[in-house]
């Protein structure tokens, strides 16, 4: 069932510019009259032509738009200089209602042209269906899509041209909720390494678990590739770190860990490098980012580190990584744990609560409740020190001075931290990251 639908009049041909009133009456008309659903909302997306008064613009659409009384609250005329920016400002509205089945009216020659805008703007969360531009013969039309013709690829030039408008235009976005800010552990030695930890301020992400400085984008959340890229962009301009030699885990909440120079496994947890100007890192909202810097051999590692991979041991892993491949000695190798849930606010079914009541009995409270509370922080670090690394060269909530901390719970800190305990499904990233300085 169609939720909403985006009549695309940005690029008419020249043959139908002067019948633009004629085709959104009758196209309206269409839409009033065949809808599944009462007054679906409409998007009419227009260019706005550089110098002209957009209110001008508006006026000239109002003969077409003022007799369709039941669209009245749920139309909407959008003007913008590009195509990139008339079809986020549309992806906006569609996300504050919650909408994600859409109906694209459009001149058959901008088909192709808008799939590519879509495929780099939207996520898998939607769906489009695409009619052409005209009177249909029956009702059917906002129902059920029309069978798609052969699919034509657009030239690469055209491709790389919507990439760099799309790109463009959200690198003019003003920030969110406030300035970009990093954390940054007084153990990990600045005159080496680049490291920090991410917070979810100074990003363009504007959906609210998400806002605003999200990192992670997948097919089951509203925030596409692109503006995570913008986002990452951005915090690598604030860190002093290059995003085209950034490389992330890909998550499988397991021990695998990555050697950056080596075959790439397909999914890991942990990722070494001695290599200098590479920035490694590791999300996490509510899982742990643990950082690894050994300054006498110059190597660092990050690793992400949830409930499964704390009893997998992926933090020794990544030690041991850097013990092989690189000829680290642990006891040099220093360990930052970065924001995550803390044992005030996790809690696990009691099966998985006895795993860890295994490795030390005060990583657990009211263990014998149906949902015991579980510190994987302590777990962690107990952990690591059986190992071989020291304890004064870890770094997590237990810290003395507490200005010290950076270990914060994710759950407890709304306004700092994304959280999918706390904020469900479409959640937010943060991430912890370091390098080797030139």
């Given at each position: 069932?169609?939720?909403?639908?985006?009549?695309?009049?940005?690029?008419?041909?020249?043959?139908?510019?002067?019948?633009?009133?004629?085709?959104?009456?009758?196209?309206?008309?269409?839409?009033?009259?065949?809808?599944?659903?009462?007054?679906?909302?409409?998007?009419?997306?227009?260019?706005?032509?550089?110098?002209?008064?957009?209110?001008?613009?508006?006026?000239?659409?109002?003969?077409?738009l003022r007799d369709f009384q039941?669209?009245?609250?749920?139309?909407?005329?959008?003007?913008?200089?590009?195509?990139?920016?008339?079809?986020?400002?549309?992806?906006?509205?569609?996300?504050?209602?919650?909408?994600?089945?859409?109906?694209?009216?459009?001149?058959?020659?901008?088909?192709?042209?808008?799939?590519?805008?879509?495929?780099?703007?939207?996520?898998?969360?939607?769906?489009?269906?695409?009619?052409?531009?005209?009177?249909?013969?029956?009702?059917?039309?906002?129902?059920?899509?029309?069978?798609?013709?052969?699919?034509?690829?657009?030239?690469?030039?055209?491709?790389?041209?919507?990439?760099?408008?799309?790109?463009?235009?959200?690198?003019?976005?003003?920030?969110?909720?406030?300035?970009?800010?990093?954390?940054?552990?007084?153990?990990?030695?600045?005159?080496?390494?680049?490291?920090?930890?991410?917070?979810?301020?100074?990003?363009?992400?504007?959906?609210?678990?998400?806002?605003?400085?999200?990192?992670?984008?997948?097919?089951?959340r509203r925030d596409p590739q692109?503006?995570?890229?913008?986002?990452?962009?951005?915090?690598?301009?604030?860190?002093?770190?290059?995003?085209?030699?950034?490389?992330?885990?890909?998550?499988?909440?397991?021990?695998?860990?990555?050697?950056?120079?080596?075959?790439?496994?397909?999914?890991?947890?942990?990722?070494?490098?001695?290599?200098?100007?590479?920035?490694?890192?590791?999300?996490?909202?509510?899982?742990?980012?643990?950082?690894?810097?050994?300054?006498?051999?110059?190597?660092?590692?990050?690793?992400?580190?949830?409930?499964?991979?704390?009893?997998?041991?992926?933090?020794?892993?990544?030690?041991?990584?850097?013990?092989?491949?690189?000829?680290?000695?642990?006891?040099?190798?220093?360990?930052?744990?970065?924001?995550?849930?803390?044992?005030?606010?996790?809690?696990?079914?009691?099966?998985?609560?006895?795993?860890?009541?295994?490795?030390?009995?005060?990583?657990?409270?009211?263990?014998?409740?149906?949902?015991?509370?579980?510190?994987?922080?302590?777990?962690?670090?107990?952990?690591?020190?059986?190992?071989?690394?020291?304890?004064?060269?870890?770094?997590?909530?237990?810290?003395?001075?507490?200005?010290?901390?950076?270990?914060?719970?994710?759950?407890?800190?709304?306004?700092?931290?994304?959280?999918?305990?706390?904020?469900?499904?479409?959640?937010?990233?943060?991430?912890?990251?370091?390098?080797?300085k030139d």
């Open positions: 069932m169609v939720e909403a639908v985006l009549i695309d009049l940005f690029s008419l041909p020249a043959n139908l510019q002067n019948d633009i009133q004629g085709l959104l009456r009758n196209t309206l008309e269409t839409v009033e009259k065949c809808s599944s659903i009462p007054a679906p909302f409409v998007y009419v997306m227009c260019c706005q032509r550089q110098g002209s008064e957009r209110n001008g613009e508006q006026e000239s659409l109002l003969p077409a039941s669209l009245k609250k749920r139309l909407e005329v959008v003007h913008a200089l590009t195509t990139a920016a008339a079809l986020y400002t549309i992806k906006q509205r569609l996300d504050e209602e919650d909408l994600s089945i859409i109906k694209v009216i459009l001149p058959t020659l901008r088909k192709d042209v808008m799939k590519v805008y879509i495929d780099h703007l939207f996520t898998a969360v939607y769906q489009f269906e695409f009619e052409d531009l005209q009177v249909a013969s029956d009702c059917e039309n906002l129902q059920i899509a029309e069978p798609q013709s052969e699919e034509q690829t657009l030239p690469t030039q055209d491709v790389a041209l919507i990439r760099s408008e799309i790109q463009m235009y959200l690198e003019s976005l003003p920030s969110l909720k406030g300035e970009l800010t990093i954390l940054r552990s007084s153990l990990i030695p600045d005159a080496i390494f680049l490291h920090g930890f991410t917070t979810r301020t100074g990003g363009i992400s504007y959906i609210p678990t998400l806002s605003s400085c999200n990192l992670f984008s997948s097919c089951k692109v503006v995570v890229k913008e986002n990452l962009r951005r915090l690598a301009n604030a860190a002093g770190f290059n995003p085209d030699t950034f490389h992330r885990v890909k998550i499988d909440h397991a021990n695998a860990v990555c050697i950056m120079g080596k075959t790439e496994p397909d999914s890991y947890d942990g990722i070494v490098t001695n290599q200098k100007g590479v920035t490694i890192a590791a999300p996490g909202a509510d899982c742990i980012p643990v950082l690894f810097a050994d300054p006498v051999r110059k190597a660092c590692g990050a690793a992400h580190s949830g409930w499964k991979g704390t009893l997998l041991g992926v933090s020794m892993a990544t030690v041991n990584a850097m013990v092989s491949e690189y000829g680290c000695n642990v006891k040099d190798i220093l360990v930052v744990l970065g924001p995550s849930v803390g044992p005030c606010c996790y809690k696990l079914p009691h099966e998985s609560a006895k795993e860890f009541h295994r490795i030390d009995p005060k990583c657990v409270r009211l263990f014998d409740s149906a949902s015991p509370y579980i510190d994987i922080r302590r777990a962690t670090r107990i952990l690591l020190e059986r190992g071989g690394i020291l304890s004064e060269n870890i770094q997590d909530d237990s810290v003395t001075d507490q200005n010290q901390n950076i270990t914060f719970c994710t759950a407890c800190h709304p306004d700092k931290f994304y959280s999918h305990f706390r904020d469900g499904t479409n959640f937010g990233t943060q991430i912890g990251f370091i390098s080797i």
